[in-house]
């Protein structure tokens, strides 16, 4: 046994041993790493598949969706690889995925990210309202379909000429005006929903929800209320996070009657 390991030890001291030794090892590593690298590209997998032409702003149902195996070498550009992702979401409203098409990350939105979305989104007797917004107002664009937010009024108390003057004339007010608002939508200056190409960096202009009839026109007295300085503020909550989010309601009668004292009743 001795003779062996000083055998081994001579045989690995010599110089020329060692080159050849890692000149091998090199060989046979980049060997195994190319093989791996071409089984990659050439193995197929399995992804989902358009079975039928699905028009625009549709559900993909299961039924809509198959899986065939592509070798990944041909899977180019943002192709969706997993059914999971694909079905129960809907196609983009500008969007004809043609039959026998691979599905791409473009082409597939979640259901509030559609614009005609809103129109099926809110109970019977609410009135969809259209409140004005920008980056700021939106908190750096954090508003986002299925939030809650609630509704400050910021105003400047005067008085009219047939008003009694007090001691808070003048003077700024701000107050929470209605509560737990849930958003349908947030489009910007073109109507385009904000949210349905992560890849385009849009700019909010307005932010959409539904609110029952009085408070609608609460809201659109509000609004024009221009001698007041009168200015609507989303506030974003977590009602969302919530089992059972909060229902709307108004958060300030004292807030509600200032405005409709200053503002005419028409009986329709």
């Not at 910007?188 to 307005?206: H, K, L, Q, Y």
């Amino acid at each position: 046994m001795g003779n062996v390991g000083t055998g081994l030890k001579k045989f690995l001291q010599n110089k020329n041993t060692v080159t050849v030794l890692g000149v091998v090892l090199a060989i046979v590593i980049l060997y195994v790493a190319y093989n791996m690298r071409v089984k990659s590209a050439i193995n197929p997998i399995n992804v989902p598949y358009a079975l039928q032409q699905i028009s625009p702003g549709t559900q993909i149902t299961s039924d809509m969706v198959g899986t065939r195996a592509v070798p990944p070498s041909m899977l180019e550009g943002d192709v969706i690889r997993n059914q999971g992702d694909v079905i129960d979401k809907y196609s983009n409203e500008d969007t004809l995925i043609p039959k026998g098409s691979l599905f791409y990350t473009r082409q597939v939105v979640e259901k509030e990210q559609l614009n005609a979305n809103i129109i099926l989104e809110y109970p019977k007797g609410y009135v969809l309202y259209n409140l004005s917004v920008n980056s700021e107002t939106t908190y750096g664009n954090s508003i986002y379909p299925g939030n809650y937010i609630d509704i400050y009024l910021k105003a400047v108390n005067k008085y009219t000429d047939d008003m009694k003057a007090g001691a808070d004339a003048d003077k700024v007010m701000l107050g929470k005006l209605l509560s737990n608002i849930k958003v349908l939508a947030v489009k910007d200056s073109s109507g385009a929903a904000v949210f349905s190409n992560i890849d385009e960096n849009r700019t909010p202009a307005m932010v959409v929800f539904a609110v029952p009839e009085e408070y609608y026109l609460l809201l659109k007295k509000a609004e024009y209320m221009r001698t007041f300085d009168t200015t609507l503020i989303p506030v974003p909550t977590n009602e969302s996070l919530k089992d059972e989010p909060g229902e709307l309601q108004l958060s300030s009668d004292a807030l509600k009657t200032w405005i409709e004292d200053r503002t005419a009743y028409n009986e329709t």
